[in-house]
């Protein structure tokens, strides 16, 4: 069983920064796809961001490209996401995610794609 835990969001006003983490169970960490979703009230859940463990290969949607960094610390199975130059519209529920593959797909990680999920993290970002 693979276990998710999120830590970082919160409440910030629009131009602000946060850094979410998600804590990853070790055995798994080597081999996994992990991934960042979020849902806003009333719609549905997207990808944001995504990456290989296994290499340094990262995905974005368009919406959050040169805004949000996705990264790694293998040492301690840590995957983080920096939000930077947050909008209002980046006000959701964050969820870290992960899909367990001998390799993984060369593009951001879709809802299919995923076998685990954490129990998310809110951030709320007022104008």
């Known amino acids: 069983q693979v276990q998710l835990v999120e830590s970082g969001g919160g409440s910030v006003q629009a131009g602000g920064s946060l850094r979410l983490s998600c804590a990853v169970s070790r055995y798994t960490y080597s081999s996994t796809c992990m991934a960042w979703f979020r849902q806003a009230p009333g719609k549905e859940r997207e990808g944001v961001a995504s990456i290989d463990t296994g290499g340094t290969d990262t995905y974005y949607a368009d919406s959050v490209k040169d805004r949000f960094t996705i990264s790694q610390d293998n040492a301690n199975s840590t995957v983080y996401l920096q939000l930077y130059s947050l909008k209002p519209e980046d006000t959701a529920m964050y969820y870290c995610?992960?899909?367990?593959?001998?390799?993984?797909?060369?593009?951001?990680?879709?809802?299919?794609?995923?076998?685990?999920w954490g129990q998310g993290t809110q951030v709320t970002v007022s104008s």
């Open positions: 995610a992960t899909a367990v593959r001998f390799r993984c797909p060369t593009r951001l990680l879709e809802l299919w794609d995923i076998d685990y």
